[in-house]
């Protein structure tokens, strides 16, 4: 077999490998890309599987450090906040920052993917699709990809940047590796993998426009239809149309509606009409696409370490895959790709101790957003409808927009900072202790002690600000 040569390649050309594609390129880095997949520009596979996603601070701050997020905002649908719908049709609206600058960027994730190819290939990035990575060989750095034929490649990679999402095949041959070479660090747990799966799964639909084209729900919302275990969300498309997502458990559990029950036709409809009834009005084909739309799997993975010497890095899901409900999996692979743009700035190429340092920064923060979306999501399954809950979410709001130097929630300090998730999840849980305390006996929001609770927030959380260095001016 011919063996190919290549300096420098990326494995995965998702979101994340093709704009690390850009990174590397900017840094006069000739790298190469191999996709399993077909070019997605060139094909509909992909039909059923486009989830909407959002773009938060820190996707942006990594696109507009290329200067391409003017380019890529084109794309998306600015959203302002979310709109929960009852089971009974009432609408509550709950505006996600504090003034209509704090906003979040729907955008299709397989629109993003075309769009990110086509600017990382106008770059001169190379991407050689239908190769999917088999087996390698760290020692001779030998790599087997199959390609559209079926046929066996092999290629000679200086250093791989592997970003082949959470179910990566670089993840499983690196941890392999790590297994065999190093057994007493994983018997000692200093390496592990931690593959976590969630017991929901997720599948899409479409919500068309109105005859007249125009959207048929406010599309400056992420509409939600919270039901404690499962949920539908729907996220605007440019021309008009929505996409929908429903989140359900794969299998029963204590009754809920689930995948594994509902498996027809019938039971689809019926399901959206008694629980999201102003959702099925407007989903045409929700039957069909119940059926034939593939049920995702979710999940996190934690692995320790994400890099073999300056052989192979691991970034993106492929690194630290976590759960939907913060809407950050994206974000945070983004900001992986900033983070080491930054780090390869200010070093000469030493790969492996620039590894080193990139870990060091990222291990933690890859962590706490993990911990921190699982939270999300038994909150959304417990804590919808609790009335506690709700008025503690009120009391925030409002200590947010009165004391806003001071006083930044956790889903601002992650959605529209730079603020590490580290120090995000930290401050959660002093602001959690802080509005439990606050809130003990009250009814409402307006019996809020406003000085009592400014003078709270100096004593608990401004001392971790300070120490940390944090600004809420964001
Ligand atoms: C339902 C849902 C909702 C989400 N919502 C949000 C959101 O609102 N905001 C947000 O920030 N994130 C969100 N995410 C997470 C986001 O989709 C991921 O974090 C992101 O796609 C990760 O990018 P990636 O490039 O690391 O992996 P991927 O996008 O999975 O890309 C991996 C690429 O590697 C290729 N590949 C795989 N195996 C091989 C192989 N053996 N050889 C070669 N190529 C291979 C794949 O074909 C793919 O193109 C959501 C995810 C889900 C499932």
């Not at 093709?18 to 840094?27: D, G, P, W």
């Not at 993917?113 to 239908?130: D, M, P, R, T």
């Not at 999917?132 to 000679?156: H, M, P, V």
């Not at 945070?332 to 920064?361: H, P, R, T, Y």
Request: proline share 3%; charged share 30%.
């Amino acid at each position: 077999m011919t063996v190919k040569e290549e300096k420098y390649a990326i494995i995965g050309g998702g979101l994340v490998g093709s704009l690390m594609a850009i990174f590397l390129k900017r840094k006069g880095i000739d790298v190469v890309v191999f996709e399993r997949r077909e070019d997605l520009r060139k094909s509909d596979k992909d039909h059923g599987r486009s989830i909407n996603l959002i773009a938060t601070s820190r996707g942006i701050h990594a696109l507009k450090k290329l200067s391409l997020w003017e380019e890529i905002k084109k794309i998306t649908v600015p959203v302002f906040g979310r709109m929960i719908h009852s089971i009974e049709e009432d609408l509550t609206f709950q505006p996600y920052g504090k003034d209509k600058n704090e906003c979040n960027y729907s955008v299709s994730r397989s629109k993003l993917n075309e769009k990110l190819i086509s600017l990382a290939e106008k770059e001169g990035v190379k991407f050689l699709f239908n190769s999917s990575l088999t087996k390698c060989d760290f020692s001779e750095r030998k790599y087997f990809f199959i390609n559209a034929k079926g046929d066996e490649e092999c290629y000679k990679l200086g250093l791989v940047f592997a970003a082949d999402g959470a179910g990566s095949q670089c993840r499983k041959i690196l941890m392999d590796h790590l297994r065999v070479n190093y057994a007493e660090k994983f018997e000692k747990n200093e390496f592990y993998e931690d593959i976590d799966p969630l017991e929901s799964g997720y599948k899409e639909f479409f919500m068309p426009s109105d005859e007249s084209g125009n959207y048929c729900l406010d599309k400056d919302s992420l509409h939600i239809w919270p039901r404690g275990s499962y949920m539908f969300m729907t996220l605007a498309n440019l021309k008009g149309s929505f996409t929908g997502t429903l989140y359900m458990p794969h299998k029963s559990e204590g009754g809920v509606p689930n995948f594994g029950d509902i498996n027809n036709k019938k039971e689809a409809r019926k399901l959206f009409k008694t629980k999201f009834p102003d959702a099925e009005r407007l989903l045409p084909h929700l039957e069909e696409e119940f059926m034939e739309n593939p049920t995702g799997k979710l999940g996190t993975v934690k692995c320790y370490p994400w890099y073999l010497e300056d052989k192979m890095i691991l970034l993106g899901d492929a690194a630290h895959a976590i759960v939907p409900f913060f809407g950050q999996g994206m974000n945070c692979g983004f900001e992986d790709c900033a983070v080491l743009d930054d780090l390869m700035s200010d070093n000469e190429k030493n790969w492996d101790s620039l590894f080193g340092q990139f870990i060091k920064n990222r291990k933690e923060n890859a962590d706490a957003i993990a911990d921190m979306a699982l939270e999300n999501f038994f909150e959304m399954k417990n804590k919808v409808g609790d009335s506690s809950f709700l008025l503690k979410k009120q009391i925030e709001n409002l200590l947010e927009k009165t004391f806003p130097s001071l006083y930044r929630s956790r889903y601002a300090i992650v959605t529209y900072g730079l603020i590490d998730y580290k120090h995000a999840f930290e401050l959660g849980k002093i602001q959690k202790e802080l509005i439990d305390e606050l809130s003990e006996g009250l009814d409402s929001k307006e019996q809020l002690n406003l000085p009592r609770a400014k003078k709270l927030i100096e004593e608990k959380i401004t001392p971790y600000t300070k120490k940390h260095h944090l600004s809420f001016d964001f």
